[in-house]
């Protein structure tokens, strides 16, 4: 499986940005995705994660209400809607795909693209 995230950049506190991850080599349909971020010197943080069966999207605390999660299984891509960008929210992100257990833990995730970095400025 291999998964191309992109749509990262530099944008100013309360602007928004929309990320992209396609996925290919896999049925996509048939597996959760998630999304998480690593700030500089932190550890790997969720974000959200979608099950494949199209239900509501699960999100972290810290992001729920700022940001929307979808997932297009014709295009074999899941998006991430950021709005309303802290600097807080500053992170390389990545999109993976889930295997088995918690959607909330990085180690549920077996296949990961390569990250796309955000930064938001104050």
């Known amino acids: 499986v291999q998964l191309q995230a992109s749509g990262g950049g530099l944008v100013q506190a309360g602007g928004s940005l929309r990320l992209s991850c396609a996925a290919s080599?896999?049925?996509?349909?048939?597996?959760?995705m998630g999304w998480f971020r690593q700030a500089p010197g932190k550890e790997r943080e969720f974000v959200v994660a979608?099950?494949?069966?199209?239900?509501?999207?699960y999100y972290a605390d810290s992001v729920k209400g700022r940001f929307t999660a979808s997932r297009d299984d014709a295009k074999n891509t899941v998006y991430l809607e950021m709005r309303s960008l802290k600097p807080e929210d500053t992170a390389v992100y990545y999109c993976?795909?889930?295997?088995?257990?918690?959607?909330?833990?990085?180690?549920?995730?077996?296949?990961w693209g390569q990250g796309t970095l955000v930064t938001v400025s104050s």
């Open positions: 080599g896999r049925t996509f349909s048939s597996y959760g």
């Open positions: 979608l099950n494949r069966s199209g239900g509501t999207p």
């Open positions: 993976a795909v889930h295997s088995s257990g918690s959607y909330s833990y990085p180690t549920s995730y077996d296949y």
